[in-house]
């Protein structure tokens, strides 16, 4: 960790909650699984983002997850030194120190220099993919979806060889939240890339709630945008195709993959529950 954090770093609100009741207890962690954290629309650099992020470090002493997927909107307010740390590497110190590794995708908020940023993992692209355990991620731009991008996610996935295959991005296909809603263009053109080739699993931001939407063409979304920004009541028109949505405060996602099946639980700022289930991987035919 770079001296830099420390410099900076004033004081860190440690909410350390006691897994109890409703509160969220422990994705049970399995000797072979994957386990992994969900953020997005995060860096905000409000107490409420400080406070997601403790409990995040919280709740990684007994989920023992070691990588964080970010749907963008990374830093708020532009990009410097002095975001970076206030708005990253401060409130999620506790998981950096632990070796906790970032994934980062671009958000509309997002500058293009933090494909530069070794903290993000972005290896200085707009999107990349990496594989981890038997998943294979895709980080999309969804900012710009030119020809190129789509035709490097085509043949990524068509060569890939894991079992799981999972994308994320800022902007949802799906969503029912009043304030953006879906990108039906978007939808349009990377649908039926994504449907093609059999990806499982899409976690994006952009609307700042949580939502899951009811399984699409074979592909369950996630809406994970309110990690630091939250529009309370912006589901009041959710759709048919809401499975579950939360718009009453921050929250987070925890994920556990083994083998065949997919274990994610969704845990507001007051470490509380408000989402859970599981996903089982159908065998393309």
């Known amino acids: 960790m770079s001296n830099s954090i420390t410099r900076y770093l004033v004081a860190v609100l440690l909410l350390c909650v006691p897994a109890e009741g409703g509160h969220a207890q422990a994705i049970q962690a399995q000797a ?8 997005g629309d995060f ?7 400080y406070e997601v992020a403790s409990l995040m470090a919280a709740v990684r002493a ?3 997850y070691d990588m964080v997927l970010t749907a963008g909107d990374n830093i708020y307010g532009g990009w410097n ?3 970076v740390v206030d708005r990253f590497e401060m409130p999620y110190r506790l998981l950096l120190e632990g070796g906790v590794s970032f994934f980062a995708s671009l958000g509309n908020h997002d500058d293009l220099a933090e494909r530069q940023y070794p903290l993000f993992n972005m290896g200085g692209e707009r999107y990349y993919s990496f594989t981890r355990s038997n998943v294979q991620f895709f980080a999309l731009d969804s900012n710009y979806m030119d020809g190129a991008q789509l035709t490097w996610l085509r043949r990524g996935l068509e060569a890939s060889t894991a079992p799981w295959k999972i994308a994320f991005f800022h902007h949802p296909l799906y969503s029912s939240a009043l304030r953006h809603g879906a ?6 053109v990377l649908e039926p890339v994504l449907v093609q080739y059999n990806v499982q699993v899409v976690f994006s931001g952009h609307d700042h709630v949580y939502e899951r939407l009811k399984p699409q063409r ?14 309370r009541g912006n589901l009041n028109g959710r759709s048919p195709e809401t499975a579950a949505g939360f718009d009453q405060d921050l929250a987070f996602m925890v994920v556990e993959i083994e083998d065949d099946v997919m274990r994610f639980r969704t845990i507001s700022r007051t470490d509380v529950v408000v989402d859970s289930g599981v996903i089982h991987r159908v065998t393309p035919r």
């Open 32 to 39: 072979e699984s994957l386990r992994f954290a969900v953020i």
């Open 218 to 231: 074979g592909i369950t979304y996630f809406v994970c945008g309110s990690s630091g920004q939250l529009r």
């Open 183 to 188: 990108e039906e263009d978007l939808r349009v």
């Open 62 to 64: 007994r989920s023992q």
């Open 81 to 83: 030194r002095r975001a």
């Open 43 to 49: 860096g905000s650099g409000t107490p409420q983002q």
